[in-house]
Antibody, heavy 121, light 107 residues
Framework: EVQVLESGGGSAQPGGSLTLSCGAS????????MAWVRQAPGKGLYWVSA????????YYTDSVKGRFTISRDGSKNTLYLQMNGLRVEDTAIYYC??????????????WGQGALVTVSS | IVLTQSPGTLSLSPGERATLSCRAS???????LAWYQQKPGQAPRLLIY???SRATGIPDRFSGSGSGADFTLTISRLEPEDFAVYYC?????????FGQGTKLEIK
């Protein structure tokens, strides 16, 4: 059974940092791209970042470029999102998702339950 | 690509047919359109990809259609568990984008 499970959510002040992790199981982790999708309170879905199966290609939405870093560790079947320079508008539930597709043209076939990130002073 | 879903809210009764629309600001390449269902407090669930292919385990009362810039999700006969928010997503052009959602509520 495919499973992805996020951890590491919490609170931070504006300008602060947090790191999210996502453990994966039930599939060949290194052969799938992975992504982070966020949902602000009461709002819709918004793609944040993606990484190829090998980790060699990374993609970001414009609003997080230079602040967020996506990475993966195939030996641990784990996906990460390092978030620096956090802003109030980054407050959201962050979902880890397995991707299908190619070269940042992805849809998301399995989702974790989400990790809440709250940025406030 | 901007996706506009309509209606914003759809009020129907169990057993009725639901038709949800997703219109793109430009043609979606290769019918690269997906639909997701999200219930309160839960993660989204993939229903449809490639505009018309059902994801694993999705009942056949869910069907997707369309091409170019106009797409439709149809639920042939609503079950109580189908009342939720539905999102479309295009992945034909980077960056992929989501619609704002249609809330399907019990009438």
């Amino acid at each position: 059974e495919v499973q992805v499970l996020e951890s590491g959510g919490g609170s931070a002040q504006p300008g602060g940092s947090l790191t999210l992790s996502c453990g994966a199981s039930g599939f060949a982790f290194s052969t799938y791209a992975m992504a982070w999708v966020r949902q602000a309170p009461g709002k819709g879905l918004y793609w944040v970042s993606a990484i190829s199966g090998s980790g060699g290609s990374t993609y970001y939405t414009d609003s997080v470029k230079g602040r967020f870093t996506i990475s993966r560790d195939g030996s641990k079947n784990t996906l990460y999102l390092q978030m620096n320079g956090l802003r109030v508008e980054d407050t959201a539930i962050y979902y880890c998702a397995r991707c299908s597709g190619t070269k940042n043209r992805y849809y998301f076939d399995y989702w974790g339950q989400g990790a809440l990130v709250t940025v406030s002073s | 690509i901007v996706l506009t879903q309509s209606p914003g809210t759809l009020s129907l009764s169990p057993g009725e047919r639901a038709t949800l629309s997703c219109r793109a600001s430009q043609s979606v390449s290769s019918s690269s359109l997906a639909w997701y269902q999200q219930k309160p407090g839960q993660a989204p669930r993939l229903l449809i990809y490639g505009a018309s292919s059902r994801a694993t385990g999705i009942p056949d009362r869910f069907s997707g259609s369309g091409s170019g810039a106009d797409f439709t999700l149809t639920i042939s006969r609503l079950e109580p568990e189908d009342f939720a928010v539905y999102y479309c997503q295009q992945y034909g052009s980077a960056p992929n984008t989501f619609g704002q959602g249609t809330k399907l509520e019990i009438k």
